[in-house]
């Protein structure tokens, strides 16, 4: 068991260090680390990607505007030549459109298509261009090769169905009076921007000029060749954080395991590690409890081996005095001197029951105050009761035990009522075992500026000065004389201090002083927080 001071500092260390992080829920800094450091990759994919899109529409859009400009500035030139036929209504000469465009320059990479009024076709300039557009012819009798036969002499392909299907919608929007403008696949398969223009005699259409740029894959490449930076960046953060993770996450919780591993196996005493309890985030934290956990546990095994060499020795006492009663007890002779004897072993006896019990209740305290719930307790009605106790059962010639308070009304505090009570029943005990036949114990409650003060007063021979700290020690047994000896096993007032210390407050022995300045008596004082401060 271990010493009462250093029992309620560990005990308020472990509970401000288990609080900690309760309270810093959003301050967490390897969760923010964590955070940032996976959300920048993202960002940095997802910006890119963002960027990009803007690019390639904008890209897109300009073209567009490009092939539109080009489109209107032909299909006028288209309507302004002589090259229609019919009267009244004029209609394209499909012999001399193929002409015209074969004539008119039109830009490598771009082909121009007539359609007249009723949405047929009419001219392109590929078929009337000396000039040989698209990609160089694959091997002959290569697998790609034989899937572009099939799909020049199959009427039923499907992509080509689609590309023509989509031109001839594009057409016929035309020819209601509208320019048309989009993004579509050709029927070799390639991604096209076209334009399709109505070409018009005076306010009459007479058909449409599509022009179409396949340059759009070509960009759409470049576009994911300027995103792959982009995406090295983030792949190049998100291993970086992986391993920040590995260093400063991973390896300490390994090395705190593996301490941990070491205290259980090895039956170490305590663990330290300098390097991580330096840190200020929640490895810190970790670093620290197990140190400050390790440091109390290996404390509380100095105390508790001390307080097992205590009980050993004050057992031995008494234990020593009845073996050598019982072998005197066969040598003496006469009556007078086998009362003696039996009188010395019965309060030997009474002695060991006593220390035996104490001893129990001692060893068991931490396990209680560990067990019991806090809660409001009143102070003023639990003295009231327990100096009650002794007022309404009184021994024979005990000292009678008054009891005033100062405060009106309930005085509240948190703690744990069984344990409180325990330590005024001690107090009064004490006092009531150095009180002179006609002395009296006297218990007071009153406000006092850090709470509530309770005092227990006798008007017995008061306490040595050197000896006003050491009464609180365990087994600390030095009676003035004329009292009764192996009426206390030394355990009360250390029992006292405990739980005081456990609730917050303190305690404290004073010797009283008449006018004269001789001791009057002894003074115990306790004072608990009111606020509610226990642990």
Do not use: C
């Amino acid at each position: 068991m271990a010493s009462v001071i250093d029992t309620a500092r560990a005990d308020r260390q472990e509970t401000d260090e288990g609080l900690r992080p309760k309270l810093r829920l959003v301050g967490s800094r390897l969760g923010a680390l964590i955070l940032i450091l996976n959300l920048l990759s993202l960002l940095i994919l997802f910006g890119g990607a963002l960027a990009l899109n803007e690019w390639r529409r904008g890209l897109v859009e300009a073209r567009q505007e490009s092939l539109l400009s080009q489109a209107e500035l032909l299909a006028n030139v288209l309507g302004e030549l002589e090259i229609t036929r019919g009267e009244p209504r004029p209609v394209l000469d499909e012999l001399e459109v193929p002409k015209w465009l074969r004539d008119t320059f039109i830009p490598a990479g771009q082909r121009a298509s007539v359609h007249n009024a009723d949405g047929l076709f009419v001219a392109d300039s590929f078929q009337v261009s000396d000039q040989i557009p698209g990609r160089p012819l694959p091997p002959v009798g290569s697998r790609e090769m034989e899937r572009m036969e099939a799909a020049a002499t199959s009427e039923e392909d499907p992509q080509v169905q689609r590309a023509r299907a989509a031109l001839a919608a594009e057409v016929e929007a035309a020819l209601r009076g509208e320019p048309q403008m989009g993004l579509r696949r050709s029927e070799t398969g390639d991604r096209v921007v076209s334009v399709s223009v109505p070409i018009r005699h005076v306010r009459q259409v007479l058909g449409v000029l599509t022009l179409e740029a396949a340059d759009v894959d070509a960009i759409l490449a470049a576009q994911r060749a300027a995103l792959m930076p982009f995406a090295l960046v983030a792949l190049a953060v998100s291993l970086l954080s992986s391993l920040l993770l590995h260093i400063f996450v991973v390896r300490p919780i390994m090395r705190l395991s593996a301490a941990a591993d070491q205290v259980r196996m090895q039956r170490a005493r305590a663990i330290s590690f300098p390097d991580l309890e330096g840190r200020r985030d929640e490895i810190g934290d970790l670093a620290r409890s197990l140190e400050t956990m390790t440091t109390t546990l290996s404390e509380r095994m100095d105390a508790i081996e001390r307080f097992a060499a205590d009980v050993s020795h004050e057992i031995k006492n008494p234990l020593t005095s009845i073996r050598s009663a019982l072998e005197t007890l066969e040598l003496v002779k006469t009556a007078e001197q086998r009362e003696r004897l039996t009188a010395l072993l019965q309060q030997d006896v009474r002695r060991l029951d006593r220390l035996i019990t104490d001893i129990s209740n001692a060893s068991r305290l931490d396990a209680e105050l560990a067990r019991d719930r806090l809660r409001v307790v009143d102070l003023n009605a639990l003295l009231g009761e327990v100096v009650g106790v002794y007022r309404d059962s009184p021994r024979a010639g005990a000292v009678p035990v008054e009891f005033r308070s100062d405060v009106a009304g309930a005085a509240r505090l948190t703690g744990r009522d069984g344990p409180l009570g325990q330590v005024f029943r001690n107090l009064i005990d004490n006092a009531l075992s150095f009180s002179p036949p006609d002395g009296t114990v006297r218990v007071a409650l009153a406000r006092d500026p850090d709470g509530w003060r309770v005092t227990v007063e006798d008007d017995g021979p008061g306490i040595p000065a050197e000896n006003l700290e050491t009464v609180f020690e365990r087994f600390y047994t030095s009676r003035p004389k004329g009292t009764a000896f192996g009426g206390n096993s030394g355990l009360g007032l250390s029992i006292v201090r405990q739980i005081v210390a456990v609730h917050g407050g303190r305690v404290w022995a004073e010797n009283r002083t008449g006018a004269d300045g001789d001791v009057e008596g002894a003074r115990f004082t306790v004072v608990l927080p009111a606020d509610g401060a226990a642990t």
